[in-house]
């Protein structure tokens, strides 16, 4: 398990997915920033290349197998 420290400097009040700050690794050099919730997400749970690759190929099929039912 990792742990991080998370600094939000703003947030838009009618729109929470719209926020900014940086994220730093507990034991690593250097900071991320970010700009809204998902990117936030993005630096807290990395996807791996290979991973996000599989991930694209299964989709895919699923999408094939969905238009040929």
Known sequence: MNSYLVRI???M???PHMLV???E???VNGKKAFH???ELWDILN???KG???LKRNK?????QNMKQS
């Open 21 to 23: 700050g940086v994220v």
């Open 9 to 11: 400097y703003r947030r």
């Open 51 to 53: 991973q996000r690759q």
């Open 13 to 15: 009040e009618n729109n």
């Open 25 to 27: 690794e507990a034991g």
């Open 36 to 38: 809204n919730l998902q």
């Open 46 to 48: 990395p996807v791996k």
């Open 59 to 63: 989709n895919s099929k699923h999408n």
